[in-house]
């Protein structure tokens, strides 16, 4: 039997995951993307570029690396944590990626909507990075804005289903029906499994002897 994890482990393998994949976006964006008038209109290359650049960070950190590693991130690694059906085994390739659309993989969803939606010339190039002031730009904005609050909407509610729920239990983790648990097997035994030996104890001999016969 696999124990549930807590909601501070959780939480915090989570968060770490989250930051360390935010560190590389950043990093990808600060060295790669055009920030002035002259790279966006020479270069534009390279503003697609970062996207798919994110886009295959991500992939490979939360989709194919812990396919790699027994369906586990980094951090999930170091915690000691791992992911499982109803039946302690291991969760299947269709379910891992279930999950991962209301993680990792709904950031790709929302790059790949931003590199759909928002081209170069959509820039105000005297205000870079701000886009044009139009009402196409506007609504493509909020469509973007709209996937980013909803994902960190979900997993407010997530780790709020996990602190009040007795088992521990995500939102998440009912629909796909899985648990987050800690990786080391308790071995149970079950009521009916317990097995009573009746053992036979001899009782002691006393002998008892009147005063005068000492």
Known sequence: MFENSGFWRR???NLLDFLISLAVIIFIFYFLAPLNVEKLQKISFRFYGSFLLCLVWIALYFIFIPLYFNKQTLFQ???NLKMIN???QNISLK?????????GGFWIIVFSTFMILIQVNDFDLNKLPNLKNTF????????????ISYWFLLHFITNISIIINKKRLSIIDKITHTRVVINKYKAVIKPQELKLIPYYCELPKFEYFKSDER
């Open 95 to 103: 379910t891992f990626l279930i999950r991962n659309l209301f993680n």
């Open 136 to 147: 196409g730009n506007q609504i493509k904005q909020n469509i973007v804005a709209v996937l």
């Open 11 to 13: 939480f915090i393998c």
């Open 86 to 88: 109803l039946n302690n």
């Open 77 to 79: 690694s170091i915690f």
